[in-house]
Nanobody, 125 residues
Framework: VQLQASGGGSVQTGGSLRLICVEP????????MGWFRQAPGQEREFVAG????????AYGDSVKGRFTISRDGARNTVYLQMDSLKPEDTAVYYC???????????????????WGQGTLVTVSS
């Protein structure tokens, strides 16, 4: 099972992008969903997560106040609205879904069962 991520691209500092992640309909029911990113030579980093209901969200410190995660349960889709982008946001962004609803693990990549192929975001200064 592979999630389908899209929406990456190249923008200038201060610009915006909206990432989209679609979960195949034959995927087992997922609960928490999240976005992670990985820049060249760096470890994968938690960006944002959202609970099954969409009520609870969590963000990495570096993106708080600039990124917003949301989900459309009816369409098995998760969005990541990225505003005020900075060059340090440049990375490959991955979406992921978890069979767990435990909120304390929402920022842990090990808690996710299914991943997307990644979409590249490049922010130039």
């Amino acid at each position: 099972v592979q999630l389908q991520a899209s929406g990456g691209g190249s923008v200038q500092t201060g610009g915006s992008l909206r990432l989209i992640c679609v979960e195949p309909t034959d995927t087992p029911t997922s609960y928490n969903m999240g976005w992670f990113r990985q820049a060249p030579g760096q470890e994968r980093e938690f960006v944002a997560g959202i609970s099954w209901s969409g009520v609870r969200t969590a963000y990495g410190d570096s993106v708080k106040g600039r990124f917003t995660i949301s989900r459309d349960g009816a369409r098995n889709t998760v969005y990541l609205q990225m505003d005020s982008l900075k060059p340090e946001d440049t990375a490959v962004y991955y979406c992921a879904s978890s069979l767990s609803a435990i909120l304390s693990s929402i920022s842990s990549s090990g808690a996710y069962n299914y991943w997307g192929q990644g979409t590249l975001v490049t922010v130039s200064s």
